[in-house]
């Protein structure tokens, strides 16, 4: 079947750290990847996606490349801020299913100052 | 482009009494989720409609949970009667498939639910 695991957090950065969130699936077909954001009070938005394999999505200083041989989609930030302070989900989406979306249990990044 | 409504933002009650929620998906949008999402965890599905058809109910606990999607378009999540596990966030979400792409899904903010 389909499932994400993301690493535990929380994770507690000081601004301009390198971030690094792993995240690596397990999937029976071709899955699209997907890194979502939701600040506190909100839901959830999309950050970057990935539809195949060595795709790399990008977005406001995030990037995370889609690894076949590795079944990861890591999300990294060269210089992370205050702001990116909030709780990340990795997930995957089946077409096979009807773009049923598979997402890992969230990551929390609070980034002081 | 206006985004994923859903309304209450938050509600209150009691064990056993009943609750529903709105959602009112981007315009176009074939696909519409519901989600629901325990503190501290991902969103889980709850049920899925293609249109007004539903594609995926298998996680909906049926006997307490209904939901509907008349006209394709407005979409309402019933619990009757709620339990105390039931506290959550529950999420909308809507997205569109078209020919063999995998689109994303737009959330809208999620109605608060404490039961207690």
């Known amino acids: 079947g389909n499932s994400v695991t993301q690493m535990e957090g929380p994770v507690t950065l000081s601004e301009e750290a390198f971030l690094t969130i792993n995240c690596t699936y397990t999937?029976?077909?071709?899955?699209?990847l997907f890194w979502y954001v939701q600040y506190p009070g909100e839901g959830l938005q999309l950050l970057l996606k990935?539809?195949?394999?060595?795709d790399k999505g990008s977005n406001k200083g995030f990037e995370a490349t889609y690894r076949k041989e590795t079944t990861s989609f890591h999300l990294e930030k060269g210089s992370v801020q205050v702001s990116d302070s909030a709780v990340y989900f990795c997930?995957?989406?089946?077409?096979?299913?009807?773009?049923?979306?598979?997402f890992g249990t969230g990551t929390s990044l609070t980034v002081i100052p | 482009e206006a985004g994923v409504a859903q309304s209450p933002r938050y509600k209150i009650i009691e064990k056993r009494q009943s609750v529903a929620f709105w959602c009112n998906p981007i315009s176009g949008h074939a696909t519409l989720y519901w989600y629901q999402q325990i503190l501290g965890q991902g969103p889980k599905l709850l049920i899925q409609f293609q249109n007004n058809g539903v594609v995926d109910d298998s996680q909906l606990p049926k006997d307490r949970f209904s939901a509907e999607r008349l006209k394709g378009v407005d979409s309402t999540l019933k619990i009757q009667p709620a339990k105390l596990e039931d506290s959550a966030v529950y999420l909308c979400?809507?997205?569109?498939?078209?020919?063999?792409?995998?689109?994303?899904?737009?959330f809208g903010p999620g109605t608060r639910l404490t039961v207690t």
């Open positions: 997930a995957l989406s089946d077409l096979r299913t009807g773009n049923q979306f598979y």
């Open positions: 990935a539809t195949k394999a060595d």
């Open positions: 999937a029976t077909g071709y899955p699209s």
């Open positions: 979400a809507s997205s569109l498939i078209r020919g063999a792409g995998s689109y994303e899904q737009y």
